[in-house]
């Protein structure tokens, strides 16, 4: 019997009358949920109507977020979108459901990993309706895991606003909620997006490097390291998305971490920087073996 629908039949053979043939039905399946309506994240300000969304109801109840504004990006996995918080203004990266994505394809991601529960590993590999919920929520839970890793390492990543407890960014899922880089009037655009000086996109590419480098040195291979995934605001680079980061225990790790120097010298042509993806990785190598950026200290 499918996971996602079946059939039944009605017996009338008890009935006083004359027989009817058995009526067929399907049960209603529950469309996966993709792209929010930004109407339904917000509610009515003239009626002071909660938002429709689950998830943002929880994130306002939980104190994370007061109000969403406005959306900002819609990606192959993702929607991000601005919001007010207690603490200031927060980007809340609500995910889709894993059958409403354009991307699903992690399993390249995902190589090397243990998952203890044989039953769930199982469910996972056979993409079963239980097995894509606990893709989705380990998928949220690797970004949390990873931002917060990063930040604390001392990198240039969004603050996770979320934890660092795992109970605490739990509550949050299929939401990741962090400290918006920018402003609300200006949030960082994506250094795909932007025009920038021969200066600018020099000290842009320094910075990216370095990045990486960093990242290396921590034993990760972001696995989609690109001008797509890099913020420019106040001449600063911040690097973005981390769920699919892989460690050296993924087989692919070394060709993941060829495929994001290759990505990064490719996207920067648009900015004057000609650097092959060879030269890019030795010295990402290179810098990788010097310091490591000051590390932040997380207060209770």
């Known amino acids: 019997m499918s996971a996602h629908r079946h059939r039944d039949h009605w017996d009338d053979t008890e009935d006083a009358g004359p027989q009817r043939p058995a009526r067929d039905f399907k049960r209603k399946t529950r469309k996966p949920l993709g792209r929010r309506r930004l109407a339904d994240l917000t509610g009515d300000p003239a009626t002071d109507s909660d938002p429709a969304d689950d998830t943002i109801r929880r994130l306002t109840d939980l104190g994370y977020i007061t109000r969403v504004v406005a959306e900002l990006k819609s990606g192959k996995e993702a929607t991000t979108y601005v919001a007010h918080g207690p603490r200031g203004s927060v980007l809340v990266k609500l995910y889709r459901e894993f059958q409403a994505r354009s991307f699903k ?150 060709e993941l971490r060829r495929r994001d120097a290759q990505s990064l010298s490719t996207s920067f042509r648009k900015h004057g920087i000609q650097e092959s993806a060879e030269s890019t990785l030795r010295e990402v190598q290179r810098r990788a073996l010097g310091p490591a950026p000051e590390p932040r200290v997380v207060l209770p």
């Open 105 to 254: 394809n992690d399993a390249i991601y995902r190589e090397g990993q243990v998952v203890m529960d044989q039953r769930a590993a199982r469910a996972m590999q056979a993409r079963s309706r239980k097995g894509l919920e606990m893709l989705q929520f380990d998928w949220v839970m690797a970004e949390y895991a990873h931002l917060w890793h990063l930040w604390r390492a001392g990198l240039n990543v969004p603050e996770p606003l979320a934890g660092p407890n795992v109970k605490t960014y739990a509550e949050t899922v299929p939401a990741v909620v962090m400290r918006l880089v920018g402003t609300e009037d200006q949030p960082a655009p994506r250094l795909s997006d932007v025009k920038l000086t021969p200066g600018q996109a020099r000290s842009a590419w320094e910075q990216a490097v370095t990045g990486m480098a960093h990242l290396l040195k921590l034993g990760y291979a972001h696995g989609d390291y690109s001008t797509y995934n890099l913020l420019w605001s106040e001449d600063t680079v911040t690097i973005i998305d981390f769920p699919q980061l892989s460690t050296r225990q993924n087989p692919n790790f070394q």
